[in-house]
């Protein structure tokens, strides 16, 4: 998460550039374009994780041939290494992207991630709500206090933005 690690290879397979940068956005773009702008990169693969979606978009809209391949699959072909390191591992996606034996992946776009984030927000938000309000009504049961149904008014779905209504 600190650093990320790059590769890149000739057409024939062959070690042009290895080296590392941060792993924020803007630290990659400066990278790529310090170190590997006078080749003519044809595309560079990284798999997806936590960080790809946020470097897919930047890296995307900077005009690099930027694709983003299933995480799953290159670890079926990562795994026949014998040492395993992120070095490595940029070794062997420099290779995925030479060869081309790769599925790229849909990476989706800021708002429906931003939408997709409020709704997962507010699910957590709810659930612990309402664990909350069971452990209370569990800790006064025992001092003999039973409450009646509580229900927020402000939680009913007529309250809510449309985009939150769950079917």
Not at 11 to 32: P, T, V, W
Not at 84 to 102: C, E
Request: aromatic content about 6%; proline content about 1%.
């Amino acid at each position: 998460m600190q650093t990320t690690h790059v590769c890149v290879v000739d057409k024939d397979g062959n070690q042009m550039h290895e080296g590392s940068a941060l792993s924020e956005a803007a630290a990659l773009e400066l990278y790529i374009n310090k170190h590997c702008k006078s080749w003519n990169i044809h595309r560079i693969v990284f798999a997806t994780g936590q960080l790809s979606a946020h470097f897919f978009h930047r890296l995307k809209a900077s005009g690099l041939p930027i694709v983003c391949i299933d995480a799953r699959h290159a670890h079926g072909v990562l795994k026949a290494q014998r040492i395993k390191s992120d070095k490595n591992n940029a070794r062997g996606l420099a290779q995925i992207a030479r060869t081309g034996w790769y599925n790229a992946v849909h990476v989706k776009s800021s708002e429906s991630q931003n939408l997709h984030t409020l709704i997962a927000e507010r699910k957590q938000l709810v659930e612990t709500r309402l664990t909350l309000e069971n452990h209370i009504r569990g800790t006064l049961k025992t001092f003999g206090i039973k409450l009646g149904t509580v229900f927020s008014k402000n939680m009913r779905r007529e309250n809510l933005p449309k985009q939150l209504h769950s079917n």
